[in-house]
């Protein structure tokens, strides 16, 4: 390309994921996300009129978990708002296979055996990860969610990434006990 030759872009699709956590009054907490995608120019789509318009959601779609401490499921609420097929809100009762689960090691693989191909909703699907990474972070250092001091916590950090390894310098310096455990029961 010429160096004088000033390179342009069109907006087509945008995606967007939010994720928020809430401590509940019965000690519960709720996650809930929500992912849109939108178009930039009208779309043909029979299922929807005939035509999905510029801006208007093709999908719109949201996810709520409600788990303990432990992080099990207790609760699962999925919405399917706008989708560009008329079956699509169909399989949001699926998601209920989610309650007693626990989001820890191993989840996103029983999320895999759960929903694969035609027994899921690939975005649904999808908001699982963020939902997971908000769940520990709402409960992490929360007011009544885990604690440093709390043997629990170890359930869910100790070897759940390199930082924190159970040999690491982040485990050796704020949980020495637990240096070197290559599993944790809880």
Known sequence: MDKNTELTRQLLHTRQVHCQGYLRSDGLWDI????????????ANPDRGGQIA????????????TFDRT????????????SPF???PRITKAFQKLVGLRISSGFSRQVKELFSGIN???????????IATTAYQTLWQSER????????????????????????????????????????DA
Not at 71 to 82: H, P, S, T
Not at 154 to 166: D, K, M, P, V
Request: net charge negative.
């Open 32 to 43: 809930e996300g929500r992912m849109t995608d939108v178009k930039s120019f009208d779309m």
């Open 54 to 65: 510029a801006g208007e959601p093709l999908h719109d779609i949201s996810l709520t978990l």
């Open 71 to 82: 992080m099990q499921i207790k609760a699962v609420d999925a919405r399917i708002d706008y």
């Open 86 to 88: 008329n079956q699509c």
């Open 120 to 130: 899921g909703c690939t975005h649904l699907i999808e908001l699982l990860p963020p």
């Open 145 to 184: 969610g885990y604690d440093g001091d709390d043997p629990a916590v170890s359930q869910f950090l100790i070897n759940s990434c390199h930082a924190l390894e159970a040999g690491g310098e982040v485990i050796r310096s704020h949980w020495p006990e637990y240096a070197n455990v290559v599993e944790i």
